[in-house]
């Protein structure tokens, strides 16, 4: 064999699987080794980013911890695609109690280990948004709050899924679900409405929180080995399109999650001790229409009988992520700098 | 050793001497203040190892529980009332997923209207969670039987409730023998999990169960409380040859050989019921008494021997299945079922309404003549029932009930009775 171009990577780049990039720096899904958490044959739909981003997530977290971790979980989508009995595609210990207690059961999973003197088993707790931000938030800032030795992972799909595409406190304003329908003067969910939880989680002043997408893998990864290498309460948010919910292609989760990112609609960033410590900067900004667009749920934006005001709305609401974070080059020095403190690290902490 | 202590820090003692190694602590009247005790002994070093947590709510009270035990340490925490419901949903899931999680429910009324005293209500409401529960008939009691309440649990893999009167029995002193660490290890030996989260060995735990096993699951819940009906007695059995000591077992009679009257109930209220039946013995009364210690699982069985030789019974509970009638008084005449036996059920004590020997007395004399309803109300003021219910019927908004019926009595409730 003589010479092979390489057509399809760059250098410079953490293109998943890039084999441009050293063994090091190579991200932990690319590596053979993985665990791979989430066995395949669970149930999830095609093309869900829960899936995608709990593998990736628990994946590193067990990398994270050298093989010691366990689960807990609350009910939704992935605990239910995951484990009709005997098919469980959980490669560790899990536990699944109730749809809104995750926080509380790893807060006793991780006592259990510390009066057993087990230091070295670690403990994450997930949920979906619901489970999250709605009806598990009472255990989940209390566990915050007592900065119990867990990390706590929300996979953020913006809407109870499970049960058919209901609004939650994370459903964007103007999405369609089943509770929120496009009739109406004002159609879709309502504006001023939500709760922000990875700033209420800095607001408890634990460790660390951070927020990610399943369109940056290494990002993503990067926070979740960062959150295992610190004890306390830790919160990390991803962001995980629902092709079923937002009435999105399979195949374009993972665009959806880089559309967020790049409109300013959802911000990436981690925080310590309640203070913003690095963003992921927008590489080429895009307006909200273009990540609106392509899904069914904002379908009644656009058509026949648009409501520009309406994306126009949106279009502030990322404006006004994108200057409180810094999320564009020039908007602030100190971000910046946490940006390029983060990929330091990023690459420092890219192998296993 | 023998102590003159309060109930609650006499049960913290014991369930100390038990070796909890995770304590989930949320603030509650009447249980806080065997929390708070445990809480001083983990926080000294006394109790260790042990992790002591503060929690946000009884529902994270119970999940923590729920976590702990799964992950193989010995769980326990306390709650009464409003506390009980507000765990329910946990609650049932630990026994779901079978775990031997220790409770103590020091019983209180469930509200509205808001009420911090005694009955049964909140204990009874979870009577299908799964949980085994054991009354205390006094203080040394519930020492007793959160002792073999841990082994209990354990043995079968089952959560327990431990039911001790609020008030009544937590916040009373009295002569209490505290048995030593020795004796107490010597009974009830580490907790060996049949199911653990461990990374060495890795399980799902709750997963999801549909329509072709769910039935098996729920079924080996009842044939563990089936299970328990020959452990218990076999425990309290084991528990008197070492601790030299009657406490717990299924149910325990009291001048029954002959008896044609016989009053039965659950708790610290079957102290005035035996002194009252002493007085009435006294008189040549062929009264006795049945008390039921394990309410879950039900000892059917021994009920019905206990009472087949008399000739009417009557059940005193401080509960109400609003719409029926009452609780336990159901499965004591399902227990006697075509035995041709007169049953009635008396509700009495709810909300801490004190349950008088004079009442009583009076009551188990209209028992004996026959004289009762199906149903009797102990010491009711009809006045002001019927003062409210004319209300009603006359004034469209007639406003809030409980506010009324205080008016109407005229009185501040610490001055009842």
């Known amino acids: ?352 | 050793m023998l102590k003159q202590i309060e109930g609650s820090k006499a049960v913290a003692e014991a369930i100390g001497l038990c070796r909890p190694e995770v304590i989930c602590a949320y603030p509650i009247s009447p249980q806080t203040h065997i929390v708070e005790a445990l809480g001083e002994m983990v926080k000294s070093g006394e109790l260790t190892p042990c992790e002591f947590i503060n929690v946000e709510s009884e529902f994270a009270a119970m999940s923590v529980a729920i976590g702990a035990s799964a992950a193989g340490a010995r769980a326990y925490t306390a709650t009464a009332s409003q506390g009980l419901l507000f765990m329910a949903e946990a609650v049932y899931n630990a026994s779901g997923l079978g775990l031997p999680i220790v409770m103590t429910v020091a019983n209180r009324a469930i509200g509205a209207p808001i009420n911090i005293w005694n009955d049964h209500s909140d204990s009874l409401s979870q009577r299908d969670s799964g949980w085994m529960q054991l009354f205390a008939e006094t203080n040394q009691e519930a020492v007793d039987l959160h002792i073999q309440a841990f082994r209990l649990a354990e043995e079968l893999s089952m959560p327990i409730m431990v039911c001790m009167d609020g008030f009544i029995l937590t916040h009373a002193f009295e002569r209490v023998d505290i048995p030593s660490q020795q004796q107490v290890d010597a009974y009830l030996p580490p907790f060996e999990p049949r199911q653990v989260l461990d990374p060495a060995e890795p399980v799902s735990i709750g997963a999801m169960v549909g329509p072709e096993a769910f039935m098996e699951v729920r079924y080996l819940a009842h044939a563990k409380q089936m299970q328990a009906l020959e452990l218990i007695p076999q425990l309290a059995a084991e528990f008197k040859e070492r601790f030299n000591r009657d406490s717990g077992g299924l149910v325990r009679t009291y001048c029954i050989e002959d008896a044609e009257t016989v009053i039965i109930a659950m708790g610290s209220v079957l102290g005035t019921i035996k002194d009252t039946v002493d007085e009435m013995r006294a008189e040549g009364h062929k009264i006795g008494v049945l008390g039921i210690i394990s309410y879950r699982p039900f000892p059917l069985e021994q009920v019905r021997r206990a009472l087949l030789s008399c000739r009417r019974f009557l059940v005193l509970e401080k509960s109400l299945a609003v719409g029926m009638g009452g609780i336990v008084a159901t499965d004591v005449r399902m227990a006697v079922t075509g035995a041709g036996l007169k049953g009635y059920t008396a509700i009495a004590g709810l909300g801490g309404r004190p349950i008088l020997k004079s009442s009583l007395h009076a009551l188990f004399r209209r028992a004996q003549a026959e004289a009762l309803p199906p149903v009797t109300f102990l010491d009711l003021d009809w006045d002001v029932v019927n003062k409210q219910l004319a209300r009603e019927r006359t004034t469209r908004r007639s406003g809030p009930v409980a506010e009324n019926i205080l008016y109407d009595k005229g009185i501040v409730s610490a001055k009842f009775g």
């Open chain 1, 1 to 352: 064999m003589g010479f092979q171009p390489v057509k399809f990577y760059q250098t410079g780049t953490f293109t998943v699987g890039n084999r441009l990039l050293t063994p090091d720096e190579r991200s932990l899904q690319s590596d053979k080794g993985r665990s791979n958490s989430i066995n395949s044959g669970h149930r999830a739909c095609q093309g869900c980013g829960e899936a995608l981003g709990a593998r990736y997530a628990i994946d590193a977290a067990v990398a994270g911890s050298h093989g010691q971790l366990i689960a807990a979980n609350a009910t939704g989508c992935l605990e239910v695609f995951s484990t009709p009995y005997p098919e469980s595609s959980w490669q560790l210990p899990w536990i699944h109690s109730l749809f809104g207690n995750a926080a509380a059961v790893a807060t006793g999973i991780a006592a259990a280990m510390k009066v057993k003197g087990k230091t070295s088993v670690r403990v994450v707790a997930q949920g979906g948004d619901g489970g999250t931000t709605d009806i598990g938030f009472g255990c989940l800032s209390g566990m915050f709050e007592r900065n119990d030795d867990v990390l706590y992972i929300c996979y953020d799909n913006q809407g109870y899924m499970n049960t058919g595409v209901q609004r939650s406190s994370a459903t964007p304003p103007a999405a369609r679900t089943a509770t929120t329908m496009t009739v109406g003067k004002e159609p879709g969910n309502v504006f001023g409405q939500g709760k922000n939880v990875p700033e209420i989680a800095m607001a408890h002043g634990i460790p660390y929180v951070a927020t990610a997408t399943v369109a940056d893998l290494r990002d993503l990864e990067y926070k979740v080995r960062k959150a295992m290498t610190v004890h306390g309460a830790r919160y990390i948010h991803i962001f995980v399109p629902c092709p079923l919910g937002w009435g999105t292609a399979s195949n374009d989760t993972i665009r959806m999650a880089r559309l967020a990112k790049e409109s300013g609609t959802f911000p990436v960033f981690e925080a310590e001790y309640g203070e913003v410590t690095g963003v992921l900067k927008i590489r080429h900004q895009i307006p909200v229409e273009d990540y609106l667009r392509p899904q069914k749920r904002f379908a009644h934006l656009f058509g026949e009988h648009p409501h520009p005001e309406t994306i126009a709305r949106l279009q502030l609401l990322a404006d006004r992520n994108i200057r409180k974070y810094g999320l564009l080059n020039g908007h602030a020095a100190a971000a910046d700098e946490a940006n390029e403190h983060l990929r330091e690290l990023r690459i420092s902490e890219g192998g296993n």
